[in-house]
């Protein structure tokens, strides 16, 4: 089944450290997005990536980075700088401007 | 920033009635969207509607859109207790950069 894998449903990380979520797609999606969500709260974009080697900052990219070296993998990295790094954190794809395919989600929490 | 702001926030209704939540923003869009979100999963796209269009009908799901005021409202019929869910509407900026709302949480009760 063609599909959004998005790992671990659960991260615990302490305060200080950098962590990657990992985001891969089996859709031969060309764009991909991160976005977070916080309790109660609508999507913020944080990056999208458009085409593989190239990507775009979104709305709240301050304290986060992304690669695309390959189409079916978009990693997030949560720097140490994220101030509130505490959160749910989706990756979603789309092709030819089509609806956003999303995974399930990480939830992300700090400590 | 947030652009949609969706009204109400929280709805419960009796299953077997209809639920219509309201979707409002703020500039020019190419295209809304709504999507639905169980908890704890990702969001499931549920309709689109472009810019040039009024309404729109999906199985039990009708959308309005009215540019004129930058309002949409999506309309569930006959509302199950599967549609327990977050309803989310999204502009989109271009190149599916969406700008999504706050969400309605809907509880279908039994």
């Known amino acids: 089944d063609g599909g959004i894998t998005q790992s671990p449903k659960y991260l615990f990380r302490k305060e200080g450290q950098n962590v990657t979520l990992s985001c891969e797609q089996n859709l031969n999606h060309d764009a991909m997005y991160w976005y977070r969500q916080d309790p109660g709260q609508g999507l913020r974009l944080i990056y999208y990536?458009?085409?593989?080697?190239?990507?775009q900052k979104g709305d709240i990219a301050e304290g986060y980075s992304v690669s695309r070296e390959k189409k079916e993998s978009f990693p997030l990295t949560v720097t140490s700088a994220q101030k509130n790094p505490t959160a749910f954190y989706l990756c979603?794809?789309?092709?030819?401007?089509?609806?956003?395919?999303f995974g399930n989600g990480t939830r992300l929490t700090v400590t | 920033s947030q652009q949609g702001e969706e009204d109400p926030q929280a709805l419960s209704i009796q299953e077997g009635e209809n639920a219509t939540m309201n979707c409002s923003y703020k500039?020019?869009?190419?295209?809304l969207q709504w999507y639905r979100q169980n908890s704890g999963r990702g969001l499931v796209h549920l309709i689109l509607i472009r810019s040039n269009e009024r309404e729109k009908h999906s199985g039990r799901l009708r959308v309005t859109l009215d540019t004129s005021k930058k309002s949409s409202s999506l309309l569930i019929t006959a509302s199950r207790a599967a549609d327990t869910a977050s309803y989310f509407c999204?502009?989109?900026?271009?190149?599916?950069?969406?700008?999504f709302g706050q969400g309605t949480r809907l509880t279908i009760n039994p």
């Open positions: 979603a794809s789309s092709t030819n401007n089509s609806p956003l395919h």
């Open positions: 990536s458009q085409i593989v080697n190239d990507f």
């Open positions: 999204a502009t989109d900026r271009g190149a599916q950069k969406l700008v």
């Open positions: 500039t020019s869009i190419n295209n």
